[in-house]
């Protein structure tokens, strides 16, 4: 236990004295690691904040359901108890023509435009909160209500989030395929930079082996290596991600404002600091072992 | 003890390397292997020290049957022990401390310990005040002797040496071949190729003599 840990010491001791000696270029590989981090970082955070606000909206999506101007009361009370008895319905709410008019007079500030029409030309309402909002279950209601007698449209408000939906899961597949081509990316970036390490250190490899260096001693340092590179690499994609997030949220807001609503992006949350150090470290010590595999026991066995 | 049985090395492509030898070295032995350049004498060494393995025969290293060990287990077999090289296989991109700390650093012995092993070697071999000289600064000599003392750091109780004298002056191989007997008169095993005949005729050693990958045996080597 005790020579287990002074070797890892050992390896871990130097590589960061390598790391020392060429910071300049250490650097330069984790910012490469960091910007090809930053991007599926930076999708990630944007659709998940969108897809917050979808859900947001979601809540309050609902069904209007507008009835014959020329219905007559007994239809009307058969409506709404057909309406209460539907245990598909969360919350129901009616509002007669005479009150809709009067919200509408109130809102928009034209009683006198109002007050000229001879006759209210606004149906009566129900709104209704479904309590399941997949689309399906949507659309059973949807014609379950349209069949009642008196009902003139029954409307569903949330055609717009069906369609915000399909653009996010499709975001999100996008997200997906780009963080695993630029997985690969970062595994070519990673293994090469060890190669180069193994060519400058032949020597020494060569010699260890030969006086009894095991391939785990051999390997060890380089594998310390390639996770070095994906933790400074995580690193640096996650500053930059949130170096971003912040310059474009200056922007959002504003923006935001102007449609009375206060949306900005949320930094990177724990699980995705958590999710991309792992990520990186893990890509960073395969592609170091991959490396150090093929380039070391080939002439020496 | 070291024995070898009917020991054959075939490399792919080649012709035999070694035919049939047989022999036995007894602990605290020195040993000279001679023969014309290209006789076996290196692959005879890279079998004592388990970087080969025979194609047919038995090589036995402590009673320990080196074909049929398992790979990983090698690495093991090879710190017994301490081999100077043909081409030193110095490592110039550090200095002479560095270069000796490199057989303890396997055996993950670190800190004073370490320190203290280190600057023991490196007097053994009259190079105690070139510690911190890079080793490409260091004559032919010099270097040699830095790579007898990372031979010696982990106290093997085997030294290989692989033509130690072959670029040196008569004077300076006397002074490496007085080094290796000081070795053997502590009781470590000393074994060294040589094609040199002349410098091991002074001594009263044992020697195996290779001719063509065959072992010569010793009433044929009538002087």
């Known amino acids: 236990m005790n020579l287990w840990l002074t070797q890892h010491l050992q390896a871990l001791k130097l590589v960061l004295a390598r790391f020392k000696n060429n910071i300049l270029g250490t650097l330069l590989i984790s910012l490469a690691i960091g910007v090809t981090l930053a991007l599926p970082i930076i999708l990630y955070v944007v659709l998940d904040n969108l897809g917050g606000l979808v859900s947001d909206v979601k809540k309050e999506s609902?069904?209007?359901?507008?009835?014959?101007?020329?219905?007559?009361?007994?239809?009307?009370?058969?409506?709404?108890?057909?309406?209460?008895?539907?245990?598909?319905?969360?919350?129901?709410?009616?509002?007669s023509k005479e009150d809709a008019l009067k919200q509408i007079s109130s809102a928009s500030n034209n009683e006198e435009l109002i007050d000229s029409l001879e006759e209210n030309p606004l149906p009566d309402a129900f709104f209704i909160e479904p309590i399941?909002?997949?689309?399906?279950?949507?659309?059973?209601?949807?014609?379950?209500?349209?069949?009642?007698?008196?009902?003139?449209?029954?409307?569903?408000?949330?055609a717009w989030i069906k369609r915000l939906n399909y653009l996010l899961a499709l975001g999100k597949k996008a997200m997906l395929v780009l963080a695993i081509l630029l997985g690969f990316a970062l595994f070519a970036v990673i293994g090469n930079t060890i190669r180069m390490q193994i060519l400058t250190q032949q020597e020494e490899i060569e010699v260890s082996q030969l006086i009894g260096a095991t391939k785990g001693f051999i390997r060890r340092p380089f594998l310390y290596s390639g996770a070095m590179y994906g933790l400074f690499g995580g690193l640096?994609?996650?500053?930059?991600?949130?170096?971003?997030?912040?310059?474009?949220?200056?922007?959002?807001?504003?923006?935001?404002?102007?449609?009375?609503?206060?949306?900005?992006?949320?930094?990177?949350?724990?699980?995705?600091?958590?999710?991309?150090?792992?990520?990186?470290?893990?890509?960073?010590?395969?592609?170091?072992?991959?490396?150090?595999?093929?380039?070391?026991f080939k002439s020496f066995n | 003890m070291i024995t070898f049985d009917n020991v054959t090395k075939r490399y792919p492509g080649s012709?035999?390397?070694?035919?049939?030898?047989?022999?036995?070295?007894?602990?605290?032995?020195?040993?000279?292997?001679?023969?014309?350049?290209?006789?076996?004498?290196?692959t005879l060494l890279k079998l004592i020290a388990a970087i080969e393995r025979p194609t047919n025969g038995?090589?036995?290293?402590?009673?320990?049957?080196?074909?049929?060990?398992?790979?990983?287990?090698?690495?093991?077999?090879?710190?017994?022990?301490?081999?100077?090289?043909?081409?030193?296989?110095?490592?110039?991109?550090?200095?002479?401390?560095?270069?000796?700390?490199?057989?303890?650093?396997?055996n993950g012995i670190t800190g004073a310990e370490a320190g203290k092993r280190i600057r023991a070697a490196l007097d053994k071999v009259g190079l105690l005040d070139k510690e911190k000289v890079m080793p490409i600064t260091l004559s032919g000599g010099e270097q040699q002797r830095l790579a007898i003392a990372r031979a010696v750091v982990s106290r093997p109780s085997i030294l290989i040496a692989d033509e130690p004298t072959g670029n040196l002056d008569k004077n300076y191989a006397e002074d490496i071949i007085a080094l290796f007997s000081a070795f053997q008169q502590v009781g470590v095993t000393v074994i060294i190729a040589t094609h040199d005949a002349l410098g091991t005729a002074n001594y009263k050693n044992k020697v195996l003599r290779l001719n063509q990958g065959k072992l010569i045996a010793p009433d044929e080597v009538s002087a």
């Open chain 1, 62 to 95: 609902h069904l209007s359901v507008f009835l014959k101007l020329d219905h007559d009361e007994p239809m009307l009370q058969n409506i709404k108890s057909e309406l209460e008895k539907n245990t598909s319905i969360k919350s129901l709410q009616f509002v």
């Open chain 1, 132 to 158: 399941l909002l997949d689309s399906s279950s949507v659309e059973t209601l949807k014609s379950q209500i349209s069949k009642l007698e008196g009902v003139e449209y029954v409307q569903v408000d949330d």
């Open chain 1, 236 to 296: 640096f994609g996650l500053i930059i991600s949130c170096a971003v997030i912040l310059l474009f949220n200056q922007s959002l807001t504003a923006l935001a404002a102007e449609y009375q609503t206060n949306f900005s992006l949320s930094l990177p949350s724990m699980l995705v600091h958590v999710a991309t150090y792992i990520f990186a470290i893990t890509v960073g010590l395969f592609s170091a072992y991959l490396a150090v595999s093929k380039s070391l």
């Open chain 2, 15 to 42: 012709h035999e390397a070694l035919t049939n030898v047989s022999f036995t070295i007894e602990q605290g032995e020195m040993i000279y292997v001679t023969g014309h350049s290209g006789a076996g004498k290196s």
């Open chain 2, 58 to 106: 038995i090589v036995l290293i402590n009673n320990q049957n080196v074909s049929k060990l398992k790979a990983s287990t090698l690495p093991f077999i090879r710190r017994k022990f301490g081999l100077v090289f043909q081409d030193h296989k110095l490592l110039y991109d550090r200095n002479c401390y560095h270069n000796v700390a490199l057989p303890l650093l396997i």
